[in-house]
T-cell receptor, first 118, second 112 residues
Framework: EAGVAQSPRYKIIEKRQSVAFWCNPI?????LYWYQQILGQGPKLLIQ????????DSQLPKDRFSAERLKGVDSTLKIQPAKLEDSAVYLC????????????????FGPGTRLTVL | GENVEQHPSTLSVQEGDSAVIKCTYS??????FPWYKQELGKRPQLIID?????GEKKDQRIAVTLNKTAKHFSLHITETQPEDSAVYFC???????????FGKGTHLIIQP
């Protein structure tokens, strides 16, 4: 089973520029998450999708961050304009709830995109 | 919202000894508690998880205990090996595929 895919793996931009990250979840996973992991800290949830609808975006800085999952599969996260404090690894994760049997909450993470804002 | 505290931030143990990492959470509605291992430059990998209807779970050298009354849970690693060196994160959620709230991580160092 293929894992969560993310691109690009690394990105360096100047402050005030824009940047976009892409995520392809595990096939069949309805729930997709974007986390921000600043160096030395644990991941912080930015936004959660269930299929193509937003479940939780309470910690997303909406003045500069946006995300979409138009067809309920791939997702993009955009930052415009970027600030120095946005330098972090952006992790995408996915999970699924099976139709039968015990529920599972296991979240599988992608390799992340390391963003450096200069 | 949920708040997860994790201690210690750094833990150094001799190879073969046991390691214990402790976490507390604030939201009594949380019922799912996973532990992730993250090696330098790599993605977080789930190593064990526990749900609120279970007090303890074990998988080979790794065990997790949960005390819902006290709102704390712990990771126990026995017979530590060099490959156990990594950063370990605890997390909590209310389940149902809800987003996770992570602790700040514990850097586990296994001394040869």
């Amino acid at each position: 089973e293929a894992g969560v895919a993310q691109s690009p793996r690394y990105k360096i931009i100047e402050k005030r520029q824009s940047v976009a990250f892409w995520c392809n979840p595990i096939s069949g996973h309805a729930t997709l998450y974007w986390y921000q992991q600043i160096l030395g800290q644990g991941p912080k949830l930015l936004i959660q999708f269930q299929n193509n609808g937003v479940v939780d975006d309470s910690q997303l800085p909406k003045d500069r961050f946006s995300a979409e999952r138009l067809k309920g599969v791939d997702s993009t996260l955009k930052i415009q304009p970027a600030k120095l404090e946005d330098s972090a690894v952006y992790l995408c994760a996915s999970s699924s709830r099976p139709l039968a049997g015990p529920s599972t909450d296991t979240q599988y993470f992608g390799p992340g995109t390391r963003l450096t804002v200069l | 919202g949920e708040n997860v505290e994790q201690h210690p931030s750094t833990l150094s143990v001799q190879e073969g000894d046991s390691a214990v990492i402790k976490c507390t959470y604030s939201d009594s509605a949380s019922n799912y508690f996973p532990w992730y291992k993250q090696e330098l430059g790599k993605r977080p990998q789930l190593i064990i998880d526990i749900r609120s209807n279970v007090g303890e779970k074990k998988d080979q050298r790794i065990a997790v205990t949960l005390n819902k009354t006290a709102k704390h849970f712990s990771l126990h690693i026995t017979e530590t090996q060099p490959e156990d060196s990594a950063v370990y994160f605890c997390a909590a959620s209310s389940g149902g595929a809800d987003g996770l709230t992570f602790g700040k991580g514990t850097h586990l160092i296994i001394q040869p």
